[in-house]
């Protein structure tokens, strides 16, 4: 359909990112929801990830700031590459996730 925007969700649990790697088209919105009773976040880059190119070149990155149980943050991605996120409450834990954005 025209003007549709593919959605992909992402489940933010107690042991992290489900999936921890997503693969989806450019322009897709990715979609996280917290299903845990922890609060987390959806940080690109920071000090987690500081040898790493948090989003490609050109392509924005992005902070949900505080989410608790059942709330929800969305961002599009638009530009081809890796996008790499972490929770900055459980980072320490190594949770971790990545988004490959590439053409079908």
Known sequence: MPGSTEVAVVEVTETGFSPATLVVAPGT???WTNSDSRAHTVTSGGPMLPEQQPVPQGAETFDSGRLLEGE???HVVEVEGEYY????YHG???MVGTIRV???
């Open 85 to 88: 996120y972490w929770c900055e």
């Open 29 to 31: 919105e990715v979609r």
């Open 102 to 104: 590439e053409d079908p």
């Open 72 to 74: 929800t943050f969305a």
């Open 92 to 94: 320490e834990e190594q």
